[in-house]
Structure formats: structure tokens, C-alpha cells
């Protein structure tokens, strides 16, 4: 792997750890020869030589699923292909609870993976101990037994890709350093290094740890950061046999397997310890950081808790190697927003062995088709905002989401670190009324508003948490008298030029050639006629438009819009801190905001879908007639100077009328009776408006959008997948979202989203069914539904249209 450096490739990936040859192998499964791999000093030297080598088939979605389970399939067929053996064997996993409620947790779990096609199985802690001698099982109360996961060799793993990756062509050079990153025109067109230049077509930033560093070479944002991550080897033990499966005791915060006759004990401590603030050093190869037992201790003391022969082993080996972690513990794939073709596979969190397969499969699909071969938005780049590159930031959220990976997934959970970035400028006044506060993109957002004796504060349980009532409350506000939403963190993209209305009409699947004034509710679509963005556009003058999205899709939707303009007579620029957003919604929300403003509110004047400037107190604001809770309402978008002022005028004037502050969490079930569909869980890019029920939204009358073709075709022929609400026939159980849903006994689908229904008494839910000879009304209304909850099956009904409200009358009254 030495040679002389070429002047010029299709490809250069920089790092050669196991993701990046992992990238290579599968450029050139798809017919990319001039693919040119650098690797600053040896193959796998960074983090990936001391990984554990765990692999995992479970993930938190189903792509991400799918991804895994591909891993375990490569790496066993990897040595037959290639002739280097990996090492790699399913011995199967044990995850043990220690707890009631973290049973629920991997309850739920195995459910989750019934969904999604993972061999799983709920077994007693006898059963446990049987399988695994040596571990205690006498304070368990339970465990989930995984079949098919795995162990690998990483070393033998990547070299194995990278002997594959050079049978089909691809060029690997050792002890050659990216020093630069070269641009033009906006975008990657070659790389610098200490042994000269190359041009190229596509840059891949594969670093690891050095991944952020490489990325500000590029001007990209590559939030991650490294932590310390310890593990110990013992001596031989009597009692451990070769497929001895991985254990995890998570609520012990460790994970054990078998090593050459011994036991390989690491874990996830709950305050981990950065590393790298000032930088990481040149030579740093096959390096290791110092034994820290004090540190080491918590894991050590839970593990001879679970594993009593581990008090008298004999330790061979103590490792301390750094990982690299993201924010939201998930890694990043994709193509950056700020340069085009620059492509990032970094921040692995731990999971890269199992994770790389399956991850190198999916960019280089990416990268030669030019978009994702599947909805990837759990681990989309674009998921992160500019400020979340921060070193301070990333260092103080990296002590927390290291021990994130064991902590319980409890529902809600909202991360303690690195907190009250971005305020809303009514953050204090809210604080003032008992909100409870969660965080989306950075934003401070009020999920709910403490009732007197409630502490706003979060307390965790997968049954109704200390919240409920108060949502409850603010629920049915809304329902009957006038709620008051803080809407702020919404993302606002001012779209205009002079070919504006052009690149809307291409990218949109409605028409939003419409007059001044008028709100369109639309998605964009990408060439398989999944849904890219779910937006609303409002026009503001021919040729400017407003865009407004979700906080979470900010940098995604905006990333998308200037893509699809490429070349047009058009700009983006991104209001959201221009302007605060008032909520004012329910069936008295007219009244309320009669009292402050002369403008005719009046459905005649003012109909559903429209936008005007209007006078509210001392102040001009934008008021928007649209909602997403199934209400009569305004959103009213105030500059951020006057929105103080607004807001004491709402609620001055609302005491009479029940006006109620109303967090995310009411707007959540709000939402969920009303069939109102959220981007990221309801609808993406594996979804098509046909199967998610917008159809209205699409003006198939308009010629040469994104997405036109895939729909005529599938407009054509019965719908073989669609959205479907369900609500549970006991009101007691919590929907939350991956519950599996079961037709006359037979597994049709899952849960994308659930919430309980205040209005309505119970659970309610939206999720895909599908069917070969296709979904209609008939389909649904003759099944006998049932929802999986923590392996029991609920009894359900099942509908096409929304259970609050179908016809929109209250909406539109």
C-alpha cells in the first residue's frame, strides 16, 4: 500500500479506518475504479484497531436496521470473497434488565425489531443464566436474547474490505496526509497533501476523530468529538467458552465477551471524559491513552456485580482508546450543505464496526446516484446546525451522550448538557408561567407549562410522566376555548428572485403559482417520489416567497432549495431570528384577537389558507391563517423587537376568554387526532404523498416537478402501502411510536408516530400498512387490528381518515 501518488482520481477518500475502506469496497461493487483511498499513517490505526468489534443487528429505525443486518451478512462472507479472514461469528446477545421499567424498554424493543425482520425473543432471567454460566441472575427481571448478532475481528475486518476494494480497482496509499481541501465554484475538486495534489471529482471525509478537523479544511460542519473509552482484557477463565454471546448489562452500564478464552469487559460510564481538546497529536497510531482505574472503577464494581468470577481474574489488558461522538449520539452520512461533493461517514459513536458495512454501502450509493437509495435522515448530516460545530459545546455534550448509549431510552427524554443555546426572546416570560423546556436544534422550546404543585421539570417513566395532566390541560384548551403556542423555532427561508416562481413550481408537488397572499401546504420531492420536504409556502409579491419549515429540517429543507436552484436567478435567506411566531389557536381565537387589532377577522375576509399584515397593539405583524393542531387559529409572526409587546397583548387580553399557554407536547396530540402528518417520523424520503394520504397536495395538473413521474405511476395501479390512523380500544396503554401493527393476526406494518388523544380518551396513532393486492378503505375497514405494545397485543380500530374532526370543519369555521 505504497506507491506514488497520483495526480488525479474520481474519488479520494480520506482515512482508512474501517469506514472508509468500507466506502471504497462498495464504489467499486458499483463499477467506480478510480477510486484513490489515503490513510494518514496505517490501515486502522486510529480507532478502529482497539473497537470491540461488537455487531449489532438492532437499531433505532428501519433503514438503520437494514443497514446492520447487512453488516453481519458481509463480514461472514467477506473471507470466501476475498481470501483475508475477518474474524467474524454470530454468537448471539443477551441484553439483561436489572429493572422493571428497562424490561418495558427492552420489550419494546423486541417489538420493534419484529418490525423490522430481527430473530429476537424475550426470555426469563433463568433462561439468560443458561446461556451465559458464569452471570448472576437473581436480581434480574428479564432479558432479550438476539440470535443472529455478532463479533468481528475490526483489523482483519477492514483489511479484508480493503483487499476487496483493491481487487476492484480502488488505489490505497499509506502515510499520506490530507493537509488541504480544494474548491471551486462551490464545490470539492481535489485534495492537498504532504506528498502533493490531487484532483478529483468527489471527496469523502472517512477521519474519524480527525473528522472535524478535515471538515474545517473544507468549510463543513463535522460536529463530533472524541471521548476516552475503556475496556479490559482478563487471563483465560475457567468457564467461558468460545461462543460464549456478547452480554450487555446496560443497567450496570457494561458489555462483556468472550476474548481468546477470557473476558473483553467495557461500557458507558454516565459522565465520560472528553479528549482531544487540544488536538490530537501527529504520531498518534496504534496509540493508546493512559489507565485511569479511578475513572474505571463504576464499570468495574457493576460488572462484578453481574460477573462474580470477574472480582479474582487476572487482568490482562487495561485499554483506554478514544471514540469519536456526535451531539445526538447518531453518526453522519451524506453529502455536506455547504460544498457539493463533499461527502462525511464519521462520528460513529461506538457502533463503526457494526455500523460500517452497512453505512459504506449507503454513501457509495449515494454518491453514484447523487442522492440517497433510501431515507437516511436519522443519520443525515444536514440534521445538524452550524452552531453544533462548536468546541465548548461539543466538549461539554460529549461528558453526556457517551453514557447516553446505556442510560434508559426513556420516552422524552431531553439531554442535560450543553443547554440554552438558542432562546426564544420570550424564553424568561415562559420560564415566569412554569415551562418545561425541551430542545430541538438547539432551541429552548416550552413543552409544557407546569399546574401549581408541579414542578417543570422532566420525570421519567414509560407510563403517563409528571407532564400528562398538565398537556392534558392545555390539550383541551385548545379544544375549547384559545391556546398560546411560542412557534419561534420554526424555520422561515425567504425565496425570491426573478425565477422564483419557476424553481418553486419544479421543486414543489402543489402549485404555489398562486396569488399574493395565499398559504400552499406542500411537500418536495426527490426522483423516487418520497418526500423531502413538508412545508408551507406563502407568496409575499411575484417573485418572493416565504418558506416555512420545521426546526429540525432547517439546514435539510434549506440545503434541498438551493440545490434545486442551481444556476436560477433566485436567493435564499434564512429569517428565522428575524421574526418570533405566536401561536393563537382555538374555537374563541378570533375573539381573542379581535380585541387587539381593526382588521376584519372574519372567515369571509380572512379564509383559511391566507396571509395579511395586520395591527395587533403598537405593533405590525404577519398573521397567518393555517394551524397544526385542528383549530380555528393564527400564527402570528412578529419581528423579534415587537414580540414582547405582542405577547403581553395576547395575553392581557385572553383571561376571559380561557386563553391557556400550550406547549409542544399538546400541540403533539393536538396534531395526532387531527391525522396532521410530522416529516421525520409520518412522512420522508421512502414515503410518497399517495401512501401518506396527501394526495390533495399534489397538483399533478402541473407539468415538470421532481417526483411527477414516480407518482403518475404509482397513481396508476392500487396503492400496496399506505398511512393508516389507529386508535386503542383500551384507554389505559401509551402509543409512542415502532409498536408493529397486526390485520387478522398477521404483522402489516408499524407505528411511526403516537400520542394519547385527550379529545378522544385514548391512544392514537399513524402508521404504514401494507398489503400486495393494496390498501383501500375496504382493506381497512374489515380487519381486526391489533397494536403491539412491549410484546402484548392491544385490540385497535383502524381508519383512513382522521379520528378528530375529518371534514376540517372547525378548522376552516
Known sequence: MTGGLPTSARVVIIGGGVVGCSVAYHLTKLGWRDVLLLERRELSCGTTWHAAGLVGQLRSSHNLTRLARYGAVLYERLEAETGQATGFRRSGSISVARTAERLIELKRGASMARCFGVDVEVISPSEAGRLWPLMRTDDLAGAVWIPGDGRTNPIDTTLALARGARSGGATILENVTVTGVRREHGAATGVSTDRGDVACDVVVNCAGMWGREVGRMAGVNVPLHASEHFYIVTEPMAGVARDLPVLRDTDGYIYVREEVGGLLMGGFEPAAKPWGMDGIPDDFKFSLLPEDWEHFRLLMEQACVRIPALETAPVRRHVNGPESFTPDNRYMLGEAPELRSFFVAAGFNSVGIASAAGAGQALAEWIVGGEPSIDLWDVDIRRFMPFQGNADYLRERTREVVGLLYAMHWPFRQPETARGVRRSVLHDRLAARGAGF???????????????????????????????????????????????????????????????TATLQRLCANDVDVAVGRIVYTQMLNARGGIECDLTVTRLADDAYLVVTVAAAATHDADWIRRGSAGARV??????????????????????????????????????????????????????????????????YAPTEFAMGVYDDVVAAGGDVGLRHAGYHAMDSLRMEKGYRSWGH???????????????????????????????????????????????????????????????????????????????????????????????????????????????RLPASAQLEPPYDPTSARVRA
Not at 434564512?574 to 381565537?589: E, H, I, N, Q, Y
Not at 376584519?600 to 397593539?617: C, H, K, M, Q, Y
Not at 415502532?738 to 385514548?762: C, F, M, N
Open 682 to 792: 409520518d412522512i420522508g424520503g421512502d414515503d410518497t404523498p399517495l401512501e401518506a394520504g396527501l394526495g390533495f397536495a399534489v397538483a399533478f395538473k402541473k407539468d415538470g416537478f421532481v417526483g411527477r413521474e414516480a407518482l403518475l405511476r404509482q397513481r396508476d395501479r392500487p396503492l400496496a402501502r399506505r398511512l393508516v390512523a389507529f386508535t386503542l380500544d383500551d384507554p389505559e396503554p401509551l402509543l409512542l411510536g415502532d409498536e408493529p401493527i397486526y390485520r387478522d393476526g398477521a404483522l402489516v406494518g408499524r407505528i411511526t408516530s403516537g400520542a394519547y388523544g385527550h379529545t378522544l380518551g385514548r391512544s392514537v396513532g399513524m402508521g404504514y400498512v401494507a398489503h400486495p393486492d393494496g390498501v383501500d378503505a375496504a382493506f381497512v375497514r374489515t380487519g381486526r387490528w391489533e397494536l403491539e405494545i412491549a410484546t402484548e
Open 571 to 636: 436567493t435564499l435567506t434564512d429569517l428565522t431570528s428575524a421574526f418570533t411566531v405566536l401561536g393563537v389557536m382555538g374555537p374563541r381565537s378570533r375573539e381573542l384577537l379581535a380585541r387587539l387589532t381593526d382588521a376584519d377577522l372574519s372567515n369571509a375576509s380572512f379564509p383559511f389558507g391566507t396571509t395579511r399584515e395586520i395591527a395587533v397593539g403598537y405593533a405590525t405583524v404577519r398573521a397567518t391563517r393555517i394551524t397544526y393542531v385542528g383549530e380555528l387559529g393564527w400564527e402570528l
Open 438 to 500: 425541551g430542545v430541538v436544534a438547539g432551541w429552548e422550546r416550552a413543552n409544557w407549562f407546569a399546574t401549581a404543585g408541579v414542578e417543570p421539570r422532566y420525570v421519567y417513566t414509560y407510563g403517563r410522566q409528571n407532564w400528562f395532566p398538565c398537556a392534558a390541560a392545555e390539550h383541551r384548551a385548545v379544544r375549547e376555548a384559545v391556546g398560546l403556542f411560542d412557534q419561534s423555532s420554526l424555520a422561515k427561508l425567504l425565496v425570491q428572485g426573478p425565477d422564483a
